[in-house]
């Protein structure tokens, strides 16, 4: 209530102004309300957004996902071990050992009359770290190309490599005759030997110092003859 003058005998002056003023209050405060339940509308379209955002992005995994499963899936179905199309994928000399070790392998097992070396890892060999092991694999695959030999991997430790890793090109996992034949063929003091005399034998250790490097092999002139073949 505010004291003032009568205004042609209706009202206060200063009730007139405080309800001008009152009303504008009412004005402002309604129009804040207005702004406040835009302002929740907005948010809650804004969570809308953010839901259906999120249901796209989780869609959009699941799609690549299954993407890399169909493509991974398409992949080992059209290159497979049973002469897939794999030459499009590796230069010839490649080529032309996948072939070599396919042929040599039926029904799981090795055919009679291939020479074959094996890449072996157990709990007494010395076969290194990971690291080691797959540079040493590597190393073994070259060895086996340069001196014509089937390669097989017999990693048991510390568990089966089999049991993680399937075969793609080359079938290293078949049956071979057993053999306690081991050579230290990676010593780079002795020239790569082709063991003509000797179907089947085991690497010694394929990595530590004093053993042939990758590059080694790749140019010994058994390998080199191999590339100026194609």
Same mark, same amino acid.
């Given at each position: 209530?505010?004291?003032?003058?009568?205004?042609?005998?209706?009202?206060?002056?200063?009730?007139?102004?405080?309800?001008?003023?009152?009303?504008?209050?009412?004005?402002?405060?309604?129009?804040?309300?207005?702004?406040?339940?835009?302002?929740?509308?907005?948010?809650?379209?804004?969570?809308?957004?953010?839901?259906?955002?999120?249901?796209?992005? /989780?869609?959009?995994?699941?799609?690549?996902?299954?993407?890399?499963?169909?493509?991974?899936?398409?992949?080992?179905?059209?290159?497979?071990?049973?002469?897939?199309?794999?030459?499009?994928?590796? /230069?010839?000399?490649?080529?032309?050992?996948?072939?070599?070790?396919?042929?040599?392998?039926?029904?799981?097992?090795?055919?009679?009359?291939?020479?074959?070396?094996?890449?072996?890892?157990?709990?007494?060999?010395?076969?290194?770290?990971?690291?080691?092991?797959?540079?040493?694999?590597?190393?073994?695959?070259?060895?086996?190309?340069?001196?014509?030999?089937?390669?097989?991997?017999?990693?048991?430790?510390?568990?089966?490599?089999?049991?993680?890793?399937?075969?793609?090109?080359?079938?290293?996992?078949?049956?071979?005759?057993?053999?306690?034949?081991?050579?230290?063929?990676?010593?780079?003091?002795?020239?790569?030997?082709?063991?003509?005399?000797?179907?089947?034998?085991?690497?010694?250790?394929?990595?530590?110092?004093?053993?042939?490097?990758?590059?080694?092999?790749?140019?010994?002139?058994?390998?080199?003859?191999?590339?100026?073949?194609?």
């Amino acid at each position: 209530i505010a004291s003032g003058k009568r205004f042609n005998g209706r009202k206060f002056e200063g009730c007139f102004i405080t309800e001008k003023i009152a009303g504008k209050k009412v004005k402002h405060i309604q129009s804040k309300i207005k702004e406040a339940k835009k302002t929740k509308k907005e948010f809650v379209n804004g969570q809308d957004v953010v839901r259906e955002g999120r249901k796209e992005l /989780d869609s959009s995994k699941s799609i690549k996902r299954k993407s890399r499963k169909e493509f991974i899936r398409e992949a080992i179905s059209d290159i497979s071990i049973k002469g897939g199309d794999f030459e499009r994928l590796f /230069d010839f000399w490649i080529n032309d050992y996948i072939r070599f070790h396919n042929s040599a392998i039926e029904n799981g097992k090795l055919k009679d009359g291939f020479r074959f070396v094996v890449y072996r890892c157990s709990e007494t060999a010395r076969c290194g770290g990971v690291g080691d092991r797959i540079l040493g694999i590597v190393k073994a695959f070259y060895f086996a190309m340069s001196t014509g030999r089937v390669l097989f991997i017999d990693s048991e430790y510390p568990v089966a490599l089999k049991n993680y890793l399937n075969p793609s090109f080359l079938q290293w996992d078949a049956e071979f005759p057993f053999t306690e034949e081991t050579f230290d063929d990676m010593d780079d003091r002795k020239p790569i030997d082709h063991r003509n005399d000797t179907i089947g034998y085991a690497f010694g250790r394929c990595n530590g110092h004093g053993k042939y490097s990758l590059e080694a092999i790749l140019q010994d002139p058994h390998m080199q003859a191999l590339l100026e073949d194609g």
